[in-house]
């Protein structure tokens, strides 16, 4: 069953074509692209980490 | 050391999509795929990959969970196939370049590029109430 994870605080920008991985029970997010507007766009690399014991 | 293709496992041409594993399962869900006319199509498919198989020695047909053995490489080409999950709650809209990781008996799917762009959804999947239902996806 799928359900919408309401994360407290801040969280990641919108992206695309990032990377995840596991760490223990963290969910851990790396880089990605994000779009601005048709010319604009930026490559990410900010690690983000999600407790999912939380 | 060597490539081992499994050829049962057949689903459509797709790119931009995550692959994750829990406990015998390999998880897939949505990617960027080619449609008619060469028109890109987002996909909302999860899709599942059992990679635990019946032991040679048992009878295929009559197999049962508690006979099946992990992984042997000697049969990829023989049984693994993808399943689409019929899937309940509030399921992902399509896209792709998504993450999906599973956590234990969940999984997170973060992100990708939707109808609007680049999007940052959040939305977890449990597996255990996955329904029982799934269809082979060819």
Known sequence: MWSVVHARGPSPNPRYNHAAAVYDQYLIIFGGVAIFDDKNSAYYNDVWIFDTSK | ?138
């Open chain 2, 1 to 138: 050391m060597h490539w081992s293709e499994i050829k049962s496992a057949v689903a459509g041409p797709r790119k931009g999509v995550p692959l994750t594993n829990s406990g015998n399962k390999l998880y897939s869900f949505g990617g960027w795929c080619m449609g008619p006319n060469m028109t890109a199509i987002y996909s909302n498919e999860l899709l599942t990959l059992n990679l635990e198989m019946p032991h040679p020695s048992n009878n295929l047909l009559n197999s049962n969970m508690s006979n099946l053995s992990p992984l042997n490489s000697s049969r990829f080409d023989a049984l693994p196939q993808w399943f689409t999950t019929r899937t309940s709650g509030t399921p992902p809209t399509a896209r792709w370049g998504h993450s999906l990781t599973a956590v234990g008996n969940q999984l997170y799917l973060f992100g990708g590029c939707v109808d609007k762009g680049p999007t940052n959804e959040f939305y977890s999947y449990d597996i255990r109430k996955s329904r029982t239902s799934n269809e082979l996806y060819f």
